[in-house]
């Protein structure tokens, strides 16, 4: 798959969450995406030390400013399983202001990352894209081991 890009449709495929009366729930991309603005934010994996403390606890208290911004929904996708992601989620006060959502292959949007000479599993980049309508916006990806991405404040002077 080619790397996704400015311009580009957003990718879809199935994704996995629980919903807040913790029944689990399958939607696609494009059902989450089509006809809103949206920020996807993607980490290589839940309880990642970088993801847990620097950058994720930025977008929660930033969520009113993005949305007053125009975006109607931030989405969170990992690599875990739902349970992982519900755990994580629970360990933010105000995470029903992101919707953390599990992509186990991390292959849906093309960006899975080998990391298996330093741990056991398919991981992902780290990444933020905005969409609006299916199309991507601002697209930010790290490569590599770099684990960093666009943190809220970046994306709130894109907007």
């Avoid at 994704?15 to 993607?42: C, M, R, T």
Wanted: glycine share 8%.
């Amino acid at each position: 798959m080619a790397p996704i890009t400015v311009g580009d449709t957003v990718p879809d495929g199935t994704l996995h969450w629980f919903d807040e009366n913790d029944e689990l729930q399958k939607l696609s991309i494009h059902s989450v995406a089509a006809g809103k603005k949206i920020l996807i934010i993607g980490v290589p994996g839940a309880f990642n030390p970088i993801f847990s403390v620097q950058h994720l606890p930025g977008f929660i208290p930033s969520a009113e400013k993005l949305k007053f911004k125009g975006v109607d929904e931030i989405v969170l996708i990992g690599v875990n399983d739902s349970f992982v992601m519900k755990a994580w989620a629970k360990r933010y006060p105000d995470h029903s202001r992101v919707k953390f959502l599990a992509d186990e292959s991390s292959r849906i949007l093309g960006l899975e990352l080998d990391l298996s000479e330093k741990a056991p599993a398919v991981h992902s980049h780290g990444y933020a894209f905005l969409l609006e309508d299916l199309k991507v916006k601002v697209a930010n990806v790290k490569q590599g081991g770099d684990f960093t991405i666009s943190d809220a404040e970046e994306i709130l002077e894109s907007l």
